[in-house]
C-alpha cells in the first residue's frame, strides 16, 4: 500500500504539468482538466494498493482523467454524443505511453496571452504547469494567498471563455509572450533556490523542472537572447548547488563557498549561452543577471570577486528592471563593495508596504546598517529576518551571525 502511494505522490510531483498540459490541450478548461487530475490522482491512491502500480502510471493517469473529463461533458450535456464519440476514438490513438508529448510550453504561452492579466500570468503558469498551489504562489509574490487564489480563479475562467487558441504564437507575436514565460520558468527555479539535494520534497523537483523547460525553450527559440540569457542564468547558480552547504547541512554564503566544488562543466556552458546571446547588442534582464552571475564564476579563476563590476552591472540591471528584489541585490552588492551607505540610500527608497515578509531585504538591511557602523539596528534587522527564515540551515546562519553581534554590542539591541 505504501509503495503504491508513494508511486502515485511521484508521479503528481513529476509528471503533473505534462498530464495537465496534455488535457488542457484538448478541453481548453483548466479548471476542469486540474479537477479530472486530481480525481485521477484520488482513484490512483485507492486502486493501486490492491492491483498494483501499473507499468506506465502517466498514461493510466492521463486515461483516468479523461475518462473524467468526458463523464462530466455527458453529465452537463454541453456536448453530443457523436462529438464523445469523437473524443473516445482519438484517445485510442493517441501515442502510447512511452511517447506521450511534452505540451507545457504551450500551456505557458496561452497563460501569457495578452488577454489575461499581466499581473497573473506568471503565477498562473506556476500553479498549472509546475503545479504550486496558491499559499506559495502568493507569498512569492507577497499576495495573500485568498487574493491569489481568486486571481487565478479568474484568469483560468478568462482562458476558458475567451477560447484563447492552445499552441504556440506567431513569429511575431512570440517576443510579447516570450518574457512573462522566461519569468515563470526563473519564479521556478527561484522557489526551488533553497531545497537541499536528496531531499523528498516537490520544491527540489521544481530546479529540474526550469532548467529542463529552459533549454527546451533555447532549442525552440535559438535566436531569442532572452531565452539563452536565462538558460544561462540557472546554469550559473546549478553550478554552485553542491556548494550551498557543507558537510554536515549548514548553510554556505556565496563569498564563503569552496570554488572546488563549483561545476566547471556547467559553468563552461553557460558562458557558451551567454556569449551567444550577447551578439544581439539589446539589452536583456536575463542576460544582465547571467553576467552578474558569470562575474561571480570567474572567482575561481582568479581568486577573486570583482565587485566594481558587479555594482555597474547592478546599477545597469536596476535601471531596466528596478522591482524589489533586483533593488535589494542592488544594495546587498554595494554592501560587499564597501558602499553601506549608497547601499542604504537604496532600500529607503522602497515602499514599506512591499517589504514586510521579504526576508531578503531584512537581511540585506541588517548588513547595511553594520557596515555603516549602526549595529544596534543592524540587530533588530537581522532579528525580523530571522522570524521570516523558513530553511532551518539558513535560520542558523543567521542566528549564529546575530549572536556574534550582539556579543560585540555587550547584548543589547537598543
Not at 560587499?336 to 522602497?350: D, I, N, P, S
Not at 526576508?359 to 548588513?367: E, I
Amino acid at each position: 500500500m505504501q509503495a503504491a502511494r508513494d508511486a502515485a505522490a511521484r508521479a503528481a510531483r513529476t509528471s503533473y504539468g505534462r498530464l495537465l498540459s496534455l488535457l488542457v490541450a484538448r478541453s481548453r478548461d483548466i479548471a476542469a482538466a486540474e479537477d479530472a487530475l486530481s480525481e485521477a490522482l484520488l482513484a490512483a491512491l485507492q486502486a493501486w494498493p490492491a492491483s498494483g502500480v501499473p507499468d506506465n502510471p502517466e498514461a493510466w493517469l492521463i486515461t483516468a482523467a479523461r475518462n473524467r473529463l468526458k463523464n462530466a461533458a455527458r453529465h452537463r450535456g454541453v456536448v453530443d454524443a457523436s462529438a464523445i464519440d469523437l473524443a473516445l476514438l482519438q484517445d485510442e490513438l493517441a501515442p502510447e505511453p512511452g511517447e506521450l508529448p511534452d505540451e507545457r510550453l504551450k500551456l505557458l504561452f496561452v497563460c501569457a496571452h495578452p488577454a489575461i492579466d499581466e499581473a497573473v500570468r506568471t503565477p498562473l503558469m506556476l500553479q498549472t504547469v509546475l503545479g504550486l498551489d496558491a499559499a506559495q504562489i502568493g507569498a512569492a509574490f507577497l499576495v495573500a494567498p485568498a487574493t491569489m487564489g481568486q486571481r487565478l480563479v479568474r484568469a483560468k475562467a478568462k482562458i476558458k471563455d475567451a477560447g484563447l487558441r492552445f499552441e504556440l504564437p506567431n513569429a511575431e507575436d512570440m517576443p510579447e509572450r516570450l518574457g512573462d514565460v522566461l519569468n515563470a520558468i526563473y519564479a521556478a527555479y527561484g522557489l526551488s533556490w533553497d531545497a537541499v539535494a536528496g531531499a523528498d520534497t516537490g520544491v527540489r523537483n521544481l530546479a529540474e523542472e526550469a532548467l529542463f523547460l529552459s533549454r527546451l525553450l533555447v532549442t525552440l527559440l535559438p535566436a531569442q537572447p532572452e531565452a539563452r540569457g536565462l538558460l544561462a542564468l540557472l546554469l550559473y547558480c546549478e553550478s554552485r548547488r553542491a556548494a550551498r552547504r557543507s558537510s554536515d547541512g549548514s548553510f554556505v554564503p556565496l563569498k564563503l563557498q569552496d570554488v572546488r566544488l563549483w561545476s566547471r562543466d556547467l559553468i563552461i556552458e553557460a558562458e557558451q549561452h551567454l556569449s551567444t546571446a550577447s551578439r544581439s547588442g539589446v539589452f536583456g534582464r536575463y542576460q544582465c543577471e547571467a553576467a552578474i552571475q558569470s562575474v561571480h564564476a570567474q572567482r575561481a579563476l582568479t581568486g577573486q570577486t570583482r565587485h566594481d563590476v558587479l555594482t555597474t552591472l547592478y546599477q545597469l540591471l536596476a535601471t531596466h528592471c528596478p522591482s524589489v528584489g533586483v533593488l535589494v541585490a542592488q544594495a546587498a552588492a554595494m554592501v560587499e563593495a564597501g558602499e553601506a551607505a549608497q547601499a542604504l540610500a537604496v532600500l529607503e527608497r522602497l515602499v514599506p508596504a512591499e517589504l514586510g515578509s521579504y526576508q531578503p531585504y531584512w537581511v540585506t538591511l541588517a548588513n547595511a546598517m553594520v557596515a555603516a557602523g549602526d549595529r544596534s539596528s543592524g540587530a533588530r534587522a537581522l532579528q525580523t529576518a530571522i522570524g521570516l527564515t523558513e530553511d532551518v540551515a539558513i535560520r542558523a546562519f543567521l542566528l549564529s551571525s546575530l549572536q556574534a553581534l550582539l556579543r560585540h554590542n555587550g547584548g543589547a539591541t537598543a
